[in-house]
Each structure stands twice: as C-alpha cells, then as structure tokens.
C-alpha cells in the first residue's frame, strides 16, 4: 500500500484521520497539559503505521517489530547505564557497549535484508523511481532512526524514551516509510508529547500532500513510460534523441517520485501535528554538484553528518583526506540508494565530482556564467542518473556513448510518445526549477484561503446539527 494506492487513499487515510481527531477530542481534561496529551492520539497513529507496515512488508513484518522492541529496550538500557555512570567517579564504558552492540545489531539486520538476501515480491515489485528504498518495505528508514535514537540518548541530547508506543510510534511513523525524510529523534521526540494540532496546519497538510500527490500521479508515473521505454531498448535500437529523452525523462521522474512523496509524508506530519524536516529544495536549480547535494535528499545528509561524521563541509587543510572522506560519504549515499553495482558506481561518481570541485574545479566554475555554470551542473547529473538506472555498467557505458554520438544504431527504432506524456514533460521541466520564487507568497494566501473554508465548512455543520438535534428533542417534547 503506497501512498497513491486507492485502498490508501479512500479507506486508510480517512479512517485514520477520523480516528485520531476521536482521539483528541476524547483525552480527558486532566492529560490535555502534560505529557500524556496525546497518548489516545498517538496510539492511534501507531496503530495505523502497524496496519500499513504489515500490508507493505507482509511477514517481514515481524522481524521489523521484533527490531522495534530490541531498540526500545536497547535505550532504555543505555539512558539507565548513562545516569548509573553519572553517579560514580570513573565512566562506566556500559553505554558505549550497549551503543556498539545495538547499532551493530541494525547494521546486520540491514545488511542481511536488504544486501545479501534477493528481493521478491511485495512493494519491492511495485513501479517506484527507487525500488531500492522499499525493499524490504521501510526498513532503511527504521534503521536510521533506530541509530538516531541511540545516538542521540548515548551522546545525552535527551532522555531515552519512557512510553513503548511513543518510541516505536518514531520509529514506524507511517509517512516516513515509503521514502523519507529522517528526522533526527532529538527533533521528533518532543513532538510526540507536545505538538500543535490546528486547522491552520491542517490545511497546510492538505496543500502540500495534494502538491505530492500531483508530482507522483501526473508527473512520475507518466514520465516513467518513456524512462522505462528508452531503458528497455536493445542496444542495436538505440539513437541519440533516445538516449537524451530517456535520461531528462528519468532524472525528472526520480525527483518528482521522491520529493512528491517527501511532500507527502510532510502533508501527513502536519495533519498530525508533526513537523518534518523538509528533504528537497529544488536540486536542479543548482550551478555545482556539492550545491545540488545541498538540496537534494537533504535528511540524509543531515543524518550523515550527524552520525557518520561525514559531510559535503569544504576545506583548506589535508584536502586528499578531505577528498577521501567525500568519496565515502558518497559511498555511503550509494548503499542507502542500493543494492547494485551500478548505484555504487554512481555514489562514488558522485564524490570524486564532488572532490574535484573541492580542489579546485569549483573555483574555475565560480567565474563561469550562471547559465554555463548550470549547464555543466545539469550535464553531470543527466550522465550520472544514466548509470544510476542502466542495468549494468555496460549498458551504462553505451547509453553515455550513444548520449555523446561516439555510439547509436543508424536506423534507431522509432519511440512514439503519447501527448500525455510531452505534457507532463514539459511541466516537468519547467516546474523542477523555481521560476518564479515569489510564488511561495501565494501558497500562502492558498493556505489561508482554505482554512477559512474548513472553518466555514464545519463551523456550518455543527450549526446544522445543533439545530436538528433541537428541533428532534421540540417535537419529541410535544408529541409527549
């Protein structure tokens, strides 16, 4: 069950939505002011992520709570070692023990399900711009914020968590499961307590969930048919249009896909109260690469340099250390992106551009123009999303040289596109850069716009209903 699927759509989420607002209303008066505000609300969500977790993962849904309740006890065991610590003259080395033996513990879990082991069925089968990510479905994400959650209670930045269901409600929250973004537990954990449920927020929620929904259904999905297309075609097939086409067609698809469905989940949080960071600032508006990493998937590497000690940090000093360090951030990125050959590749592609402009390539760019300096940003990205989707590094190899007119058939069988599919391409390009920034100041005005109409819409239906209810108890009244 994906975001856009109809059983999500017309039964999950409005059952959802009823469900929690019930929640809220019936917390008695006596919680509404401490901590446990939202402990009907939030065991309601959980509930929910459990439901779409297990529809999503099938069986390997229980390994995924089995890692919930390890992690969950792993920090209360690392907060109680921590304050037993505290009271003794010399560090007790226990929490960095427990620490070391519970992310190695997600690291193998990991690594086990997601690297070593074939993936078959479920949403890992499902059209996505990045299987990889749902494969197994959320597991990437869980582990994350498992390490997060660790972390950030071993390094003492807050308290382990007290509530099972707030603690494994972080790390199962249903929005973040399909593609992000991570949120760091030091962000999230005093939302699950204390959050602001408003209609203003709401309203914000509805904008930007449609806005994603927009992205993945109309976008995406339609760009995808070309992508798949032009990737599909033997190599004998291949001409240079093709290849151009099928590149920008597939770098639009894989951004819409994942930023729509980041807008999503950021909708989702603000129904709910949450607010998640946000993942994409539009990446391919960049003029360098270190700059489009800046933008693009920006959780991750948030998560990197908060956990890794990795970061896209430029410097004067040991830059072939530096260099080295960039590379295996970019490694790291290729992991989080894979399994496969080629995902690795372009992770390490990625950090050598990334190193070189470090060094030196990023000062000769500076003088350049902004539209060549954007140029040569669009031009290493469109070549590195090829090896990203090539099925192997060879057909990798080809499609570049068939990109570069080294290469191609000389009778390239003709690709015919459907006028949807121009549509959406050309929407594509023009909304995957921000064209008009003052635009932001209208979603504004939208936002307003609609929750005045929310307010309208219900204040007039508890009117109506208070109404019906004292004209059934007047007649009720004279008919005895």
């Not at 996505?128 to 994350?144: E, K, M, N, S």
Request: proline letters at 5%; a positive charge.
């Amino acid at each position: 069950m994906l975001f856009t699927d109809s059983a999500f759509l017309l039964r999950f989420l409005p059952l959802l939505l009823a469900l929690f607002f019930l929640g809220v209303a019936m917390t008695p008066r006596s919680w509404r002011s401490g901590a446990r505000r939202f402990s009907l609300a939030n065991t309601v969500l959980l509930g929910g992520s459990l439901l779409f977790l297990v529809n999503g993962a099938g069986a390997f849904a229980r390994v995924i709570a089995a890692a919930v309740v390890c992690n969950y006890v792993a920090g209360a065991a690392i907060g109680w070692a921590r304050r037993a610590g505290a009271s003794v003259a010399r560090p007790s080395p226990l929490p960095e023990a427990l620490l070391t033996l519970a992310v190695t513990g997600n690291v193998v879990l990991l690594g086990v399900y997601k690297y070593a082991m074939p993936l078959s069925g479920g949403l890992a089968a499902r059209s996505f711009a990045v299987p990889q990510l749902l494969a197994p479905f959320g597991l990437t994400f869980i582990a994350c914020h498992a390490i997060s959650y660790l972390v950030d209670v071993y390094r003492g930045e807050t308290p382990h968590q007290v509530s099972p269901i707030r603690a494994s409600l972080y790390l199962i929250f249903f929005p973040m499961l399909c593609a992000g973004p991570l949120v760091r537990y030091s962000e999230m954990g005093p939302q699950l307590a204390q959050r602001r449920v408003t209609m203003a927020a709401f309203a914000y929620g509805v904008r930007r969930w449609l806005v994603g929904l927009s992205k993945v259904v109309f976008l995406a999905d339609v760009l995808a048919v070309p992508a798949d297309a032009v990737f599909a075609m033997p190599v004998g097939e291949l001409g240079l249009l093709q290849a151009w086409l099928g590149a920008v067609c597939f770098a639009l698809q894989v951004y819409f896909a994942l930023s729509g469905y980041a807008d999503m989940a950021i909708g989702f949080g603000r129904m709910f109260g949450f607010r998640l960071s946000e993942n994409f600032r539009w990446p391919y508006g960049a003029a360098t690469l270190t700059e489009f990493w800046r933008r693009w998937n920006i959780s991750l590497m948030d998560w990197c340099r908060g956990y890794l000690g990795l970061s896209l940090g430029a410097t004067t000093v040991d830059r072939v250390g530096h260099a080295r360090r960039l590379v295996t951030l970019f490694l790291c990125v290729g992991l989080w992106y894979g399994p496969g050959l080629n995902v690795m590749v372009w992770g390490m592609l990625h950090g050598m551009v990334v190193a070189l402009e470090h060094v030196g390539l990023g000062t000769r760019l500076a003088r350049l123009p902004n539209a060549l300096r954007h140029a040569y940003l669009l031009l290493v990205v469109l070549c590195l999303w090829v090896v990203f989707r090539a099925e192997s590094p060879a057909k990798a190899i080809v499609m570049l040289q068939t990109m570069t007119g080294f290469a191609g058939a000389a009778m390239p069988s003709p690709l015919v596109l459907a006028p949807t599919h121009w549509v959406a391409l050309a929407a594509a390009v023009v909304t995957a850069v921000p064209i008009w920034p003052g635009f932001g100041r209208w979603l504004v005005t939208i936002d307003a716009l609609t929750t005045s109409t929310l307010i309208l819409v219900s204040t007039s239906c508890v009117f109506v209903w208070r109404r019906f209810v004292g004209a059934a108890r007047f007649l009720v009244g004279r008919q005895r």
